[in-house]
């Protein structure tokens, strides 16, 4: 198997790769009754819940954030996670569970990494879309700077989707990675700022804290959507080039690997 970018690859076959991430979308509901709702009726239901106890039941409460905004901002927080969760709890076995593939027809093997990622983003835009509602119905207003989103999600998904590559090309060599990345995924919900602000934690754990690939975007995302602010500037200059190299080193790992897929597997 020779080695191919699979950069090259993804957008040398995007419209494979369109219909097989509808296919994959319409597998996920397949048989229920109510198909393709559930996708919009499970996050809005988690979004009523928070809403209920913990705006209005428990009070929480978040430093300068109203106690409608404050279910909210968990959820947008808890989306972003489900979101980098999503595409790398299904890297770890996606190559071996494309296994007919990788071994009997010649097969872009680069694209499903970005099936998945196209997969996550749908799921993606209808929790954010039920939070642009929830914000006109509770009259917090919808700031224009919701228009800059693609500025902080498209460097996620380039880390996101480097990522998969290298975790999906490690994970046919070293199966018992497949058991280790569920814990660290849960691990990295908690060192994110997801439940507290990170400007509550000391500078040098702060700065750990940022390592996280889903920090920077949980800060930023949430300043777009909820409080009309611009993300820092630098911080996002450094994330995107960080996304980048991640993106470059991904490429050159899944190419470099792949070739040894078919006698693994």
Not at 166 to 187: E, G, K, M, N
């Amino acid at each position: 198997m020779s080695q191919v970018n699979p950069i090259a690859e993804v957008w040398g076959h995007r419209q494979l790769l369109l219909r097989m991430t509808q296919r994959d979308i319409n597998s996920k509901y397949y048989g229920s009754a109510f198909g393709l709702l559930w996708s919009m009726a499970t996050p809005a239901v988690l979004l009523a819940a928070y809403w209920l106890v913990l705006g209005r039941l428990l009070k929480a409460s978040w430093p300068h954030v109203s106690n409608a905004q404050y279910p909210l901002l968990l959820f947008i927080g808890i989306v972003l996670h489900v979101f980098f969760s999503e595409v790398m709890g299904r890297a770890s076995a996606l190559i071996e569970s494309h296994r007919t593939y990788v071994k009997k027809v010649v097969f872009p093997l680069g694209i499903l990494s970005s099936m998945t990622i196209l997969t996550a983003s749908f799921h993606l835009a209808i929790s954010l879309a039920i939070v642009f509602f929830a914000q006109i119905v509770l009259g917090l207003g919808v700031p224009g700077t919701w228009v800059a989103l693609p500025l902080v999600l498209l460097p996620l998904g380039m880390m996101i989707l480097g990522l998969s590559w290298t975790i999906s090309a490690l994970c046919v060599y070293v199966r018992d990675l497949q058991q280790v990345i569920p814990l660290l995924l849960t691990v990295s919900m908690f060192v994110s700022p997801i439940f507290f602000p990170i400007d509550s934690l000391p500078q040098h754990i702060r700065i750990l804290f940022m390592l996280n690939p889903i920090s920077f975007p949980v800060e930023a995302v949430r300043g777009l959507v909820l409080f009309g602010t611009m993300p820092d500037w630098t911080l996002w200059g450094m994330y995107t080039l960080a996304s980048i190299a991640v993106l470059l080193f991904g490429a050159w790992w899944f190419g470099f690997t792949k070739r040894g897929f078919p006698d693994v597997l």
